[in-house]
C-alpha cells in the first residue's frame, strides 16, 4: 500500500520562508515522478513543482512560484521536498504531494496516482 506523507506545514510572515516534506512508502521510490500541488479556498487543485524519476529528468514548476519555490528529492530517504522562499498570502493554500509510477515529471494532476493529506500552509500579511 503506498502512503504519502506530508509535514512542515504552518503559519509564516510574509516575505518568509517555509520547507515541506513528503515522505513516501509501497513504492518504487526513486523511479517515481513527484509533485506538488496546492489547493486555495474556493480554487481548483493547480500545479506547484515537480520532479522526475530516474528513467527521465527535468523539474517544470509553475510560473506563480518560479524563482521563489525549488523542488528536490532524497532517494536515500524517499522523502520529496518543497522550498518555499518569498511567500506571499496568496500562496496561503493546503499543499499536496502526489506520485506516480512513471518518472516523467507530468504538471498534470490527473497522472498522478498516489496523494498525500496534504498539509496547511498559510501566509500572513
Known amino acids: 500500500q503506498v502512503q504519502l506523507v506530508e509535514s512542515g506545514g504552518g503559519l509564516v510572515q510574509a516575505g518568509g520562508s517555509l520547507r515541506v516534506s513528503c515522505v513516501a512508502s509501497?513504492?518504487?521510490?526513486?523511479?517515481?515522478?513527484m509533485g506538488w500541488f496546492r489547493q486555495a479556498p474556493g480554487k481548483e487543485r493547480a500545479f506547484v513543482a515537480a520532479?522526475?524519476?530516474?528513467?527521465?529528468?527535468?523539474?517544470p514548476v509553475a510560473n506563480s512560484v518560479k524563482g521563489r519555490f525549488t523542488i528536490s528529492r532524497d532517494n536515500a530517504k524517499n522523502t520529496v521536498y518543497l522550498q518555499m522562499d518569498r511567500l506571499t498570502p496568496e500562496d496561503t493554500a493546503v499543499y499536496y504531494c502526489?506520485?506516480?509510477?512513471?518518472?516523467?515529471?507530468?504538471?498534470?494532476?490527473?497522472?498522478?496516482?498516489?496523494w498525500g493529506q496534504g498539509t496547511q500552509v498559510t501566509v500572513s500579511s
Open positions: 509501497g513504492l518504487t521510490f526513486n523511479r517515481a515522478a
Open positions: 502526489a506520485g506516480r509510477g512513471e518518472s516523467y515529471p507530468s504538471p498534470d494532476p490527473a497522472k498522478y496516482d498516489y
Open positions: 520532479i522526475s524519476g530516474i528513467f527521465s529528468s527535468g523539474t
